[in-house]
């Protein structure tokens, strides 16, 4: 059997970074509270939790460049909420976000773990963010814890 090694879960003394988008608040609120929730169930104290807020998607990488480069936290999370529309706006936005996090992670040290939800409508981010299709902020805190603990055994 070969040897399987993956993160744990314990957060405990771990310092997370949040870089939130204000656009489309009602859903990035139902996220952010989601992602919060998580790492606090899994031991991070608050007082190691420091949310930004940005105008919207588009300046989530700019911000988690800064903050990664900085190297002031285990990990970041990125949360937001692409949602088409009638243009094709939204499959520009949704594509350089998703490059410019990734883009990010590759070159750095700090874990980043994307929570921008890219959605066709607003009922499918609202199912994404606490409904039937659970919450994605959870999700990519736990992803975040994860990795922490993941490249420290690398």
Known sequence: ???IVEGSLTAQGLKFGIVVSRFNHFI???????ALDALYRNGVEE???EVYK???SF???LLAKRLADAGN???LICLGAIIRGGTIHYDHIAAEVTKGIAVINLEGKTPISL???TSEDI???IERAGTKMGNKGWDAALAAIEMVNLLKKV
């Open 28 to 34: 990035t609120d139902k996220l952010l509270e989601g």
């Open 47 to 49: 007082k190691n939790v």
């Open 59 to 61: 300046e989530i990488p």
């Open 54 to 56: 940005v105008p919207g």
């Open 123 to 125: 009922e499918q981010a």
């Open 73 to 75: 936290y285990d990990a």
């Open 115 to 117: 929570g921008v939800i």
């Open 1 to 3: 059997m070969p040897n």
